[in-house]
């Protein structure tokens, strides 16, 4: 059994920075490529940044380029998402993706999706 646990959402002001992470644990055999998805209110979920196994980072749009940075220690197997100059049109719920292979009990590789964590950006 695998599992992605996220931690860091709250509540900030505008200008503000939160850090966000996500944690597998269970039964790895290996990580690939790791991103985080948010969903605003009434809107889709949409890919935010993602990142190899080899650090290679990807951010769908280049306006957050400058604001969040995506990175991850895999030691720990655990991404990161540092947002700073948070705006308001960032609130919305964070999930973390993971392409994740185990081998138990037989090689199996597949997309695993943390719970969800809450940010909420005030004007």
């Known amino acids: 059994q695998v599992q992605l646990v996220e931690s860091g959402g709250g509540l900030v002001q505008a200008g503000g920075s939160l850090r966000l992470s996500c944690a597998a644990s269970?039964?790895?055999?290996?990580?690939?490529?790791m991103g985080w998805y948010r969903q605003g209110p009434g809107k889709e979920r949409e890919l935010v940044a993602s990142i190899t196994s080899g650090g290679s980072t990807n951010y769908v749009d280049s306006s957050l380029t400058g604001r969040f940075t995506i990175s991850r220690d895999n030691a720990k197997n655990t991404v990161y998402l540092q947002m700073n100059s948070l705006k308001p049109e960032d609130t919305a719920v964070y999930y973390c993706?993971?392409?994740?292979?185990?081998?138990?009990?037989?090689?199996?590789?597949?997309?695993?999706w943390g719970q969800g964590t809450q940010v909420t950006v005030s004007s």
């Open positions: 993706n993971a392409d994740i292979s185990t081998l138990y009990p037989t090689y199996y590789r597949t997309d695993y």
């Open positions: 269970g039964r790895i055999l290996s990580i690939n490529t």
